[in-house]
């Protein structure tokens, strides 16, 4: 379908800017495996230390680039199934909004005012602009999901006895969580971060900021992971040549993830001493939970791919594996979502690890858990992102892929990569090596008293997992802009692949609307959080005053007379 020219112009910019500084955030994930594995052995490299690289690292690849991706892929999708664009002021107003947030944090943490890491953990304390940035972000990216359900709402009336297209219930399902999961964090900042960078108060909760962040951060992982599985369910089975099992069985899915994605993040805090054990049981219960529709896509996907495989003319158990089109540069798309679902194998089973609570214990703060979330946030969220936002530029703006059959090859690089990166992080980490630290001033540094031989082939196995990984993004540089750049050598237009359903189910109203699922919703996140903020405000233990990374000492400790200020 043709667009108009201000939608075509603002998907442009909303997935150029982030791929532009995806470069900086590649570059600073290559580093970290540097430092990680002794080559370094100091705190800094070329005017930015360790922690400054991680901090951009962290919020280029895991905040910026997902947000504004998110945004864009939610533009296309619901313009291409409802032939509606959304309003045209308001999607610009929310895109300046993530752009001046964006600038305002990139310059604090450029500057070196923001070493916090991307989940900025008090007591470590930011510029205000930071906070600020990340607020304006956040607030930004909320805007055009009202756009959306506006247009939905006005479809449905005009259509109420057609099914909601799966890939609009996906894209107002995933922002559904993130306005939900957000106003946490932006109460987070704003309440108790941004007055305390701005020294009206000498301290902070760091409990209650915790909890509040989790509230968000482990629903972030959904909103990394939502355009990846709608794409999977809507756009994969047509890729491979076939149909998608089950309409019905993604409908279920997408819905059971609006319910277990947000009550499930005191699991990242099962060390934290002032939230009750309850409380951590009950959400770690919750937390299995999210397994079911994941279980639920691995059993539809399959049986769409072996679908595919029969018609191409497999045979056997499991001959329809060799008779998909893995190097077919006309079906690219196919390859990056492939990939990305192999490493959500891993990335789903390490998690199950994380969940419980004893074994959570061996592996907390180790390297087994940036093992563990890379083949998750780096596995089928990268390459979805990056697949599509090729494929969604290189169609609207009527261009050819700039070397194709170096770009088929990519995501497989990728993988080869990211294995050897996370299995070395993860056997590390089961040898207690630790995470968010500069090994090579340290336990990698021969001279030092602590070195930590057995760490040595651990870190060196990252290390080169992240040069192959690194090889593999800059080759998508190349293709990506060099794509751009090209000449245009057809009328640009806006056209998804959409796979039609081997089993077309009849429409059942409670997986065809929202009402009943926002309820449910809202119940269980009462459940599990009125007690964890409850805990969290009355036994938060002293306030604390604000840290940098490389300093034990305050930067100005609180009087005695204040530290129990919340």
């Known amino acids: 379908m043709q667009i108009s020219k201000s939608l075509k112009r603002l998907i442009y910019w909303e997935l150029g800017i982030p791929l532009t500084l995806l470069t900086i955030g590649i570059y600073h994930g290559l580093m970290q495996t540097i430092y990680r594995a002794g080559v370094i052995h100091q705190s800094s490299f070329a005017h930015l230390d360790y922690y400054q690289g991680l901090t ?25 199934y409802f032939k509606r664009e959304p309003h045209k002021w308001v999607a610009w107003l929310s895109f300046w909004l993530m752009t001046v947030g964006t600038l305002m944090a990139a310059w604090a943490m450029l500057a070196g005012k923001a070493s916090v890491l991307y989940t900025f953990y008090p007591p470590l304390k930011a510029h205000p602009l930071f906070y600020l ?15 959306w359900a506006n247009i939905y709402v006005k479809w449905k009336k ?135 529709p994941s279980f639920i896509t691995a059993f539809t996907l399959a049986a769409s791919l072996e679908y595919a495989g029969k018609k191409r003319g497999s045979k056997g158990l499991l001959g329809f594996f060799g008779k998909l089109p893995y ?24 998690g199950i690890v994380n969940a419980s609570g004893q074994l959570n214990a061996v592996v907390h703060n180790t390297a087994w858990l940036p093992g563990h979330f890379h083949m998750t946030v780096a596995g089928p969220v990268f390459l979805s992102i990056i697949g599509m936002s090729l494929y969604l530029y290189s169609g609207i703006a009527g261009k050819k892929i700039f070397l194709p059959r170096v770009n088929v090859i990519i995501p497989y690089l990728w993988v080869i990569g990211i294995l050897i990166f996370s299995a070395g992080l993860s056997w590390g980490g089961l040898m207690g090596e ?15 008293e602590l070195f930590t031989p057995e760490w040595v082939p651990t870190t060196m196995l990252a290390l080169c997992g992240g040069i192959i990984m690194t090889f593999a993004a ?91 200020n919340q």
Not at 434 to 448: A, I
Not at 477 to 494: A, D, E, N, P, Y
Not at 525 to 547: M, Q, R
């Open 56 to 80: 951009l690292h962290g919020v280029i690849n895991a905040v910026v680039l997902t947000s504004f991706f998110a945004v864009a892929f939610g533009h296309a999708t619901i313009a291409f």
């Open 133 to 147: 940035g990340a607020a304006l972000l956040i607030v930004g990216s909320w805007i055009p999901l009202f756009s």
């Open 158 to 292: 005009e259509n109420p006895l057609v099914k909601t297209p799966l890939a609009v219930i996906g894209t107002l399902v995933n922002f559904t969580i993130w306005f939900v999961c957000t106003l946490a964090v932006a109460y987070e900042v704003l309440v108790l971060l941004l007055p305390w960078a701005m020294g009206w108060k000498a301290t902070v909760n760091v409990t209650l900021a915790r909890t509040l962040f989790w509230f968000f951060g482990h629903a972030l992982v959904y909103f990394w992971l939502l355009p990846a599985y709608t794409m999977y369910y809507t756009m994969l089975p047509k890729l491979a040549g076939g149909k998608l099992f089950s309409d019905l069985a993604g409908r279920i899915s997408l819905f059971l993830f609006l319910l277990f994605s947000v009550p499930v993040g005191v699991h990242h805090q099962f060390s934290d001493p002032s939230i009750p054990r309850g409380i951590k049981m009950f959400q770690g219960l919750l937390t299995f939970g999210v397994a079911i």
């Open 327 to 350: 190097l077919d540069p006309n079906k690219y798309l196919f390859a990056y979502l492939i990939c990305g679902l192999i490493l959500f194998i891993f990335g789903g089973l390490t």
């Open 434 to 448: 630790p995470r968010r630290t500069n090994l090579g001033m340290s336990y990698l540094n021969p001279k030092n």
């Open 474 to 564: 800059l080759l998508f540089f190349i293709v990506f802009f060099g794509t751009m750049f090209s000449k245009k050598m057809q009328t640009g237009s806006l056209d998804l692949p959409v796979s039609e359903a081997l089993h077309d189910e009849r429409q059942i109203l409670l997986f065809d609307r929202f009402k009943p699922w926002l309820v449910i919703m809202g119940i269980l996140i009462l459940l599990a959080y009125v007690p964890a903020f409850y805990s969290a405000s009355n036994n938060p233990g002293p306030g604390a005053p604000a840290f940098t990374p490389d300093n034990p000492v305050p930067v100005q400790p609180a009087s005695q007379s204040n530290i129990y």
